[in-house]
């Protein structure tokens, strides 16, 4: 069955702690995106990549970083900079940039 | 002036009714556009993509309107299941860095 995986569903994190939400596609899509969705709020791009190996700043980049070494795969790091993480995070993928979305089922990020 | 706006609502109407919602977006050299359903805490799945000369799927009508720069989504005969936050997806322009841009979404609600 093709589809997006998001791991895990619920991850808290310390105050100065930096965790790494997964995200794993077998859709063979080029591109993928981490957005963020606060209560009441529309979807904010964090990240994306078009292609592996490569990847762009998106409109909330600042305290996350990701990597894009396999096509599969595009984790998100929370870092300990990012002040207010938390969000609902959701991953994203699409054969290419005008394509539509195939979302992963979210991780819900608190702060302990 | 927001690149994709919607109305929030909450639209509340009776089962049965007929409902309609308008995005509106603000770059003339989007082109592509779609309609996403979105349940409380879980990922938005797509409801329809919107082509040129209108298109409808069952009881859900989509079109698009480029001189005025909106797309529409109209449900006939809304039923309770209906009930959700439906998100309006834009890309942002021409090029490979036109990425999707979400609406904030309009919450409908389907009484008895």
């Known amino acids: 069955d093709g589809g997006i995986t998001q791991s895990p569903k619920y991850l808290f994190r310390k105050e100065g702690q930096n965790v790494t939400l997964s995200c794993e596609q077998n859709?063979?899509?080029?591109?993928m995106y981490w957005y963020r969705q606060d209560p009441g709020q529309g979807l904010r791009l964090i990240y994306y990549?078009?292609?592996?190996?490569?990847?762009q700043k998106g409109d909330i980049a600042e305290g996350y970083s990701v990597s894009r070494e396999k096509k599969e795969s595009f984790p998100l790091t929370v870092t300990s900079a990012q002040k207010n993480p938390t969000a609902f995070y959701l991953c994203?993928?699409?054969?290419?940039?005008?394509?539509?979305?195939?979302f992963g089922s979210g991780t819900q990020l608190s702060v302990l | 002036r927001k690149e994709v706006e919607q109305d929030p609502g909450p639209f509340n109407v009776p089962e049965g009714a007929t409902v309609a919602f308008n995005c509106t977006y603000s770059?003339?050299?989007?082109?592509?556009f779609f309609w996403y359903r979105q349940d409380c805490r879980k990922e938005p799945k797509l409801l329809m993509s919107?082509?040129?000369s209108g298109n409808e799927d069952g009881r859900f009508t989509a079109q698009l309107n480029r001189a005025s720069q909106y797309i529409s989504l109209l449900i006939r005969d809304s039923k309770l299941s209906d009930s959700a936050t439906y998100l309006c997806?834009?890309?942002?322009?021409?090029?490979?860095?036109?990425?999707?841009?979400f609406g904030q979404g309009t919450t409908l609600q389907v009484k008895p």
């Open positions: 994203a993928s699409s054969a290419g940039w005008k394509e539509k979305l195939f």
């Open positions: 859709l063979n899509h080029d591109a």
């Open positions: 770059n003339s050299a989007s082109q592509s």
């Open positions: 919107v082509y040129s």
């Open positions: 997806v834009v890309n942002g322009g021409s090029g490979n860095t036109g990425k999707l841009i």
């Open positions: 990549s078009q292609i592996v190996n490569d990847f």
